[in-house]
């Protein structure tokens, strides 16, 4: 559950809580004080809806508070506070100290969840961490300044005002552009990566290419190149008036970031006759 909505829940279920408890004081038989002698019925209604209250929220509460229970000094009884908050089945010696004891425990609780964003996931299981929340679009677009320079400077602000196809369709521009950048080439699409990345004389090459792995790294992103041509610039670039949803738009400009970062760390391959 989100923090926000979890802070709102349990706040309200402490406002229920201290309005039961202040209803079941005035109920109480003052010649006995052991069980409400009137509004009965009121009392049984706020009872039910406290207990399925407690019922959803109990796994959180219990997350922030593993401990709910008291214990008797004299007889060493010991009971669930939660359940006898909420219930009206006990005698006023039990009731009474566990709303006594519930009401402000919670207050605890609350004050943990202010420190939460609102967006923060708080899951039900314990052992499990509370996750940082924010919409799909916040934690984007503090991203947006980590993407690689030559991608940013020319598609984010495309992203940030709606033109979300547009701004996929100039990420991949610029992969290509970067790479001509990069090697002075004139070619575009397959026929300039292939070129640029060639194994038997790249312009930019990942390492030794008579080692296998850095051979097969070379060609594989050769490949990625050649499929980004066709499989995102291409259909971008005839599909004007396309719509493009937000995150997979986002996705995109991370994809052509990272491409652009590993064409930075291609170095300029030694030709036959150049100096080493």
Avoid at 112 to 123: M, N, T
Avoid at 144 to 154: A, S
């Amino acid at each position: 559950m989100r923090a926000g909505e979890l802070l709102e829940q349990i706040e309200a279920f402490q406002r229920d809580l201290s309005e039961h408890q202040r209803l079941w004081n005035e109920s109480l038989d003052q010649r006995i004080l052991r069980y409400p002698g009137h509004n009965i019925d009121e009392l049984q209604q706020q009872s039910r809806q406290l207990s399925r209250t407690l019922g959803r929220l109990r796994p959180f509460l219990e997350r922030f508070q593993q401990a709910w229970t008291m214990r008797h000094s004299a007889t060493g009884t010991e009971w669930d506070i939660l359940d006898m908050a909420t219930g009206l089945d006990q005698i006023a010696p039990i009731k009474g100290p566990s709303l006594a004891a519930v009401i402000p425990a919670l207050d605890r609780i609350i004050g943990e969840l202010q420190a939460f964003g609102p967006d923060d996931d708080i899951p039900r299981e314990r052992h499990r961490a509370v996750r940082t929340g924010g919409s799909t679009e916040k934690v984007a677009l503090g991203y947006i300044d980590h993407l690689h320079p030559f991608v940013r400077d020319g598609c984010a602000q495309l992203l940030m005002d709606g033109h979300h196809a547009q701004a996929i369709e100039e990420a991949a521009k610029a992969v290509f552009q970067y790479m001509r950048n990069k090697t002075g080439l004139t070619t575009d699409g397959a026929a300039l990566a292939e070129t640029a990345f060639s194994l038997r004389s790249p312009i930019l090459a990942f390492g030794d290419l008579s080692d296998e792995n850095i051979k097969n790294e070379q060609l594989g992103f050769m490949e990625i190149l050649k499929g980004f041509t066709k499989g995102v610039r291409n259909p971008f670039a005839h599909s004007h008036g396309r719509k493009e949803e937000f995150q997979r738009a986002f996705e995109y400009l991370v994809f052509a970031s990272l491409l652009c970062r590993r064409i930075d760390e291609a170095s300029p391959s030694v030709v036959e006759g150049e100096p080493k």
